[in-house]
């Protein structure tokens, strides 16, 4: 057993760059290559997959990424751990057995089911499931790598588990070594998304270097859970301790980060520079996970359709007022949302900054009203305000799909590791369980700073990372040391949060000091409505909704600046 396990991450959804494992194979030693190809959204769609073909439902791509990339892996050592199963393991463990026979390979294949509750629906009272999958912890994983795979594919398991499996099984952890699987845990969440824990999607991109194509993530773990962040030496994007408190505030809730295995907590995380781009995580500590396992359940709830208005010039609200009474009087006003977005600005000297978007939905249970006004709305073309057009022309009505999460006893769940030679090993449930007591309340590590302040966007001093959990916003905010941090705890309460983000004055939002990190972490309930492919939301995953809050004034004292 070596006394390092190093594991990349070559995916952090279903679409990521193709080329990735390819460049982490290629691109410098690794143990383990993971990929993470699922989300809610992910499920909902590879659900609909399955409803054309009950051969498919899982990640397609990755058999294209095998394809060119199997005889390597296998060449180098490296064991190959995804996800990419969605909601049919079974068959993408066979597909992969069909490809390494064309390519004349003999990797040994294995695969984690028990996720898919969809036949159990009615015993659990999940009434209209498409999909219903709960989130299973590592130890399949485990025993699969244990029992000598080259590949394990899986279907729901949480995003850390690719991290945590091969781990356990590496460093021979037990169910309760806590804190080493907690630290393994965190180093999952840190490379579970790619890029975006080497400079993607980070706040303070100005100050990075080279971002044509950051590097993929590499957690290098060590027997005790802790681990050091990196990638492979010459590649994009940085690796700092600032690029890894932002996936690591990225959707999250409290400090108690809940999973199957076990319970991690946030607020115990220490990160310190170990090198250039390269950054260690120690101290984190472990509690015993919850007696319930999260069930990612999509339904479907009718059909929806969209368009956008053009308006360009003079009289735009009046131009609004009458699209809107156009569409209504054809097609009805229930279920149709409009939002009226003011891109123009007067006397322009380009057409398009003179004009507005006017973003109009609709949602019904009838799917031939969502055709209707498709339509409608290509009937107007002559019949309007002047200037009319459409930015596309609407197409017919797609199903909707609705995301909430339900729970479900942990003992209830049929884990089962299918390994390489067929046998089907049952995974036990935790015996030991815990919920989480602790909350961290914001105590003044240094003085608040005073003295004369300046008006400017709070992101000149604080990074954000947002995103979204089903209905739910979730948004980070981070500093860059503890004077900055008395400041913005005193500063970002709940109430001002709603003042600068009056979309969130009505919600119901949680708050979450993480002083260690120097952040703080808020869930705003309901931003979204009923998740992501429900909501009419201009941004429906709260993907930018970081970079709106640090885009708002605020007054910041200078000596921080």
């Not at 929806?304 to 609200?317: A, K, M, Q, Y």
Request: charged content about 20%; glycine content about 12%.
């Amino acid at each position: 057993m070596t006394s390092v396990l190093r594991i990349g991450n070559a995916s952090g959804f279903y679409g990521d760059r193709l080329a990735a494992v390819s460049e982490m194979l290629t691109g410098g030693p690794l143990d383990v290559l993971t990929g993470d190809y699922l989300a809610e959204l992910t499920m909902l769609i590879l659900g609909r997959d399955r409803m054309k073909d009950p051969n498919r439902g899982y990640a397609r791509t990755f058999l294209r990424q095998m394809e060119g990339n199997l005889g390597l892996a296998l060449d180098r050592g490296v064991k190959i751990v995804a996800n990419a199963g969605g909601l049919n393991p079974a068959g993408l463990a066979a597909a992969l057995g069909e490809l390494a026979d064309r390519l004349g390979l003999h990797p040994a294949i294995a695969h984690v089911e028990g996720d898919d509750l969809s036949t159990r629906a009615a015993e659990f009272g999940f009434t209209g499931a498409l999909t219903a999958n709960a989130y299973l912890g590592a130890w399949g994983i485990a025993e699969c790598l244990t029992a000598g795979a080259d590949i394990v594919v899986t279907g729901r398991v949480t995003d850390a588990a690719l991290v945590v499996g091969p781990a356990a099984a590496h460093f021979g952890w037990a169910r309760d070594d806590y804190d080493a699987l907690a630290g393994a845990v965190v180093a999952g969440h840190v490379i579970e998304c790619g890029a975006q824990a080497t400079g993607g999607n980070y706040a303070f991109f100005t100050e990075l270097a080279d971002l044509a194509a950051p590097g993929f993530p590499i957690a290098e773990l060590h027997a005790d859970g802790s681990s050091v962040i990196t990638k492979h030496p010459g590649t994009g994007g940085a690796v700092t301790r600032e690029t890894v408190t932002a996936q690591l505030l990225y959707e999250i809730g409290g400090p108690a980060y809940l999973g199957p295995d076990v319970t991690a907590r946030f607020d115990t995380i220490t990160l310190s520079d170990d090198g250039p781009d390269r950054v260690r995580i120690s101290g984190v500590r472990g509690a015993p996970p919850p007696a319930t396992l999260k069930v990612c359940l999509n339904t479907l709830d009718g059909f929806r359709n969209s368009t956008t208005f053009v308006l360009c010039g003079l009289d735009i609200e009046r131009k609004a007022a009458l699209a809107r009474h156009q569409v209504e009087r054809a097609v009805g006003a229930e279920g149709v949302t409009w939002t009226l977005a003011r891109t123009d600005h007067p006397d322009a000297d380009t057409e398009e900054t003179a004009s507005a978007l006017l973003h109009a939905t609709i949602k019904t249970p009838d799917a031939q009203r969502a055709k209707a006004f498709s339509r409608t709305c290509v009937e107007l073309a002559l019949a309007s305000y002047p200037g009319f057009t459409l930015t596309a022309p609407p197409a017919d009505g797609t199903p909707v799909g609705v995301y909430r999460p339900e729970f479900v006893p942990q003992a209830a769940v049929e884990h089962v590791a299918v390994l390489p030679g067929g046998e089907r090993r049952p995974v036990a449930a935790p015996t030991e369980f815990a919920e989480p007591t602790w909350a961290i309340e914001w105590a003044a590590g240094a003085e608040v700073p005073g003295g004369p302040t300046r008006r400017m966007p709070l992101g000149a001093v604080a990074g954000a990372r947002s995103g979204d959990k089903g209905g739910d916003a979730n948004l980070g905010v981070w500093v860059r040391d503890e004077a900055a941090y008395a400041w913005l705890a005193h500063e970002l309460t709940i109430e001002r949060l709603r003042q600068l983000l009056p979309e969130a004055k009505d919600l119901e939002i949680e708050r979450h000091p993480l002083p260690n990190l120097c952040a703080l972490n808020f869930v705003l309930h309901g931003l979204l409505g009923q998740g992501v492919a429900a909501s009419t939301r201009f941004d429906p995953q709260a993907k930018a909704l970081g970079e709106w809050l640090r885009s708002r004034t605020v007054e910041v004292p200078e000596v921080l600046l």
